[in-house]
């Protein structure tokens, strides 16, 4: 190894360093979901989907958050929060005209380019969707490019369920295939009940030829996996993403760890072959 | 930046009495100078004034879960193994001022960033183990996908002075590690201290600013009976190094393992305490804690050292991802030793024997992997990494 025989030049500061943005507004998803937007004028963030943010509050912390708006709209940015916790209970309390800290973006994003051309189908579950609104909203916008587009959409019960404005207005437009269920229905649900997993062997698309985003509680993207798996779809094209403490999010703080990867920067964002045997160790 | 020097500069002699001189040198160059002293009964990395800060004749008993210091019956300055500090501490210290934001009016705030000066520091007496902690350091924090801004200030302006090693501990493996008892790199200048017959220093500078070091000091040719002193001091020290590693294949055998009980029979016996990551010189991890002034204008970002070892540290929603003291231990052993090699190609560990050491329980990594691999069920079992 080397020795420094003269001073190294110090790089540039700030890999760790939140900047200030002024929250422009605060959307109520549902009683324990919101989307904060800022307007990122001076420090735009140029992103890919499925990339991801460390968004401070004042005092209280920091939290990896997905970027949830559009890529192509870089005077907005998004984020979608479900309070949790300290930070994430502190999100959801702001009011527009707070400062918020935003450092990032972060992460392998979504492979969109590999699916053009085939299928692309997205299941999520929960707070999920987050992080994949930004590939439906891009892939939309270059239709063409796409086979089908399919989106199968669970939520614990109808109140929680995000991005309504999303769904339906592509519900009308219909160029994108939206199933949604729920896990457990109220009076006036005209829906479907079932997990999300159940629909997997039933909705159409072609199995040889398509990309899977997949996103949600990691038991459910493992029996998403499994089921998909079940209908041919080959593992290298079942992309799922990942969440672990994460503290620094550029590969430092070693809280992210799974086996030899650092999944704020190796991933969030893995094929189902890469990770499959690790996630199947208990406690790894 | 990086010199390497075309032709090694042949090894001079500088008898012990003039080390003050070369402590005087690096003062004299601006060089804040720390070193091994004894407090309260451990030696420590500390600040040197002089020569008279080194802990002369003093050696150390180790073992697994036990350190003393022990009187000796000669004048020797470096008559000791490692201590509980290392190089990380002054490199990578425990607690690091990150940002502070100070709120202006009642919404709003701006980001002050730490200063973050580049001392002139001399570590002076590193062993070779630790030498090479740094050299694994500076492949995580300094050249890793985004340099550390803490750890490369530190490293900027700092002067390497290596002393190797005649005496091992008992919890030393560096042998094993192929990191020491000797060495001929990572320092700007290195020492072999020779006790037979003159008491002197051997001294070999790999770097200009350790030849430039050397110029300034009243030294001698080193004869063949140096050198050769030099060598039988390595010899035995290599020879007297009780434990050993088998590195051979360990990658593979820790991670086609992960289910082995030998995870089960270590929790009995570890207090997830996180000594073993604290005093270890290559672990990195920390964590982030923000605090806010008593006015509250002005909250602060700290980062700090972490322990695998805590329940909190892999804390994700309901839970916390390795819950039990097996996978915890598990995470530590199989990331020093295995996935460490496909992150950053080379093994965590160095063989310093601290985590040995310092362990309350008296917990041996190298007996552990020893047990796991003559009891491995199935050695050709897939490694997941
Ligand atoms: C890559 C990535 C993207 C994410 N995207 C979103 C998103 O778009 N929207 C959203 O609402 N949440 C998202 N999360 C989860 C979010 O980071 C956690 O909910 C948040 O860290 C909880 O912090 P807290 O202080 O509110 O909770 P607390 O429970 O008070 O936090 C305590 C500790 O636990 C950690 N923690 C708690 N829950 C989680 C969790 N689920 N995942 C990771 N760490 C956790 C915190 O980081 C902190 O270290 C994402 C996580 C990751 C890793
Ligand atoms: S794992 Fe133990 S022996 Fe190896 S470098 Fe760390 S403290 Fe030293
Ligand atoms: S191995 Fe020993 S030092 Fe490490 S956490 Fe367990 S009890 Fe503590
Ligand atoms: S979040 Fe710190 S290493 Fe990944």
Redesign the interface.
Known sequence: MTVLDAPVEVPTRGALTSRPYQVSSVRHQTHDIVTIDVAPQQHPIAFKPGQFDMVYVYGVGEAAISISSDPATPGLLSHTIRAVGWVTKALNDLQPGTTIGIRGPYGRPWPLEEAEGKDLVVITGGIGMAPVRPAIVQALRHRERFGRIVLLKGARSPRDLVFRDDLDRWHADRSIDVHVTVDSAVRGWSGRVGVVTKLIPRVPFDPENSVILLCGPEVMMWFSAEALLGRGVPAERIYVTLERNMKCGVGSCGHCQLGSKFLCRDGPVFSWDEVAALLDVREL | ????EVEAPAAVVLPASGLDDLLTALTGRGYEVRGPTLRDGVVIHDRLTGAQDLPRGVGDEQRPGHYRTTPREDDALFGYAVGPSSAKRALFPPRQP??S?V?VGD?????R?AD?P?PRVALFGLRPCEL?A??VQ?????H??????VY??N????L?IGVECGDPAATCFCSSMATGPGTD????LLLTELLGGEHRFLLRA????GQALVADLDTRPATEADLAARDALLEDAAGAMERHLDTDGVHDLL?GN??HPRWDDIAKRCLACGNCTLVCPTC?????E???DLA?TT?TRE?RW?S?FSL??????PAS????T??RYR?WLT?KL??WI??FDTSGCVGCGRCITWCPVGIDLTAEVATIKRTSEDPDA?A??
């Open positions: 930046m990086y010199a390497p990150l940002w934001a709120s919404a709003d705030f701006e980001i960033e973050r580049s090479a740094i050299a500076d492949r995580v924090l300094l890793g996908a985004v340099p550390d801004e490369t200030a490293r900027a302006d700092l390497l790199q990572g320092a700007d790999p770097t200009a600013a991670l992960l289910e990195f991890c920390t964590t982030v923000d605090t806010t509250g909250a980062r972490d695998c909190d540290f892999t804390h994700t929603g991802v390795r819950n039990t097996r996978a995470q990331h295995a996935t496909d992150q897939p997941r990494s």
